[in-house]
């Protein structure tokens, strides 16, 4: 049984002077990313790791997570970032076998395609969504499209 942990990073400025893979989290967003880290703490969702994408609106809001629910740092992985789904579907695939509960920290618009892809589930996700999904399967390489179950869902607007 596998389990992964969608997280969508929480929202970044859109002040100029800013690529888009610097853009950080606003003051008011990192207080949305903690409430939500804090609820996944307090049902007692804890991800063996976090894969980040490495820009640094994900990779802050990777670092939340970790901080307040005790976890090791987050791992990041380059093609998180502007991924499509078929790119998120190879870094699920090639996701370490030792780990049955892994979180994926990343960007719209491939994490509302990978979370429909996965679980045929249509949801909105707005900034800081959280969504689990578990896959009746042994290796992350035999999680197909479709195969999933959405088992927890939660955004800061609900």
């Keep these: 049984?596998?389990?992964?942990l969608l997280i969508?990073?929480?929202?970044?400025?859109?002040?100029?002077?800013?690529?888009d893979f610097e853009r950080p989290l606003t003051p008011e967003d990192l207080q949305e990313a903690e409430v939500m880290a804090s609820r996944l703490?307090?049902?007692?969702?804890?991800?063996?790791i976090?894969?980040?994408s490495p820009a640094l609106r994900t990779?802050?809001?990777?670092?939340?997570?970790?901080?307040?629910?005790?976890?090791?740092?987050?791992?990041?992985?380059k093609r998180i970032y502007d991924a499509s789904e078929n790119t998120l579907m190879e870094v699920v695939s090639e996701l370490p076998d030792n780990y049955s509960f892994i979180g994926l920290v990343g960007h719209n618009p491939g994490f509302s395609q990978i979370f429909y892809l996965l679980c045929n589930c249509i949801k909105d996700?707005?900034?800081?969504?959280?969504?689990?999904?578990?896959?009746?399967?042994?290796s992350w390489n035999d999680v197909e499209p479709y195969t999933g179950k959405l088992i927890y869902y939660d955004t800061p607007q609900v």
């Design 1 to 4: 049984m596998k389990k992964l």
């Design 8 to 19: 969508r990073h929480a929202k970044a400025t859109h002040e100029s002077g800013y690529i």
């Design 41 to 48: 703490r307090a049902e007692g969702i804890f991800p063996d």
């Design 50 to 52: 976090l894969v980040s």
């Design 59 to 77: 990779l802050s809001t990777a670092n939340i997570f970790t901080q307040i629910m005790q976890l090791p740092k987050a791992n990041t992985d």
């Design 125 to 138: 996700t707005p900034t800081c969504t959280v969504a689990v999904i578990e896959f009746d399967a042994d």
